[in-house]
Nanobody, 121 residues
């Protein structure tokens, strides 16, 4: 099993920034593509960004493109999500996930428990 623990969420004003981290343990981190997803109250979970095992295959949802940046540090078994120019509609529970990633698709089979991001207007 690969364990994933997210951190870095919090309350921020509109226009502000947050950096989420996801620490992995239990298996070889660099064997997995990684992704960030989010779920707002009353809505289904949605894709935010993904990154391949070696840092390639980066894809963003259109809603966050140009504002969010996904990255990973395989030496630290951690994936990051830098979120800038935050908007109230970015408010959600953010999940880290691991699986396989290509340039066109993905399948995640390990999930963290999430970290809450709240953006006030």
């Amino acid at each position: 099993q690969l364990q994933l623990v997210e951190s870095g969420g919090g309350l921020v004003q509109s226009g502000g920034s947050l950096r989420l981290s996801c620490a992995a343990s239990g298996r070889t981190f660099s064997d997995y593509g990684m992704g960030w997803f989010r779920q707002a109250p009353g809505k289904e979970r949605e894709f935010v960004a993904r990154i391949g095992r070696s840092g390639g295959f980066i894809v963003y949802d259109d809603a966050v493109k140009g504002r969010f940046t996904i990255s990973r540090d395989n030496s630290k078994n951690t994936v990051f999500l830098q979120m800038n120019s935050l908007k109230p509609e970015d408010t959600a529970l953010y999940y880290c996930a691991a699986g396989w990633v290509t340039g066109t698709t993905y399948n995640m089979y390990y999930w963290g428990k999430g970290t809450q991001v709240t953006v006030s207007s």
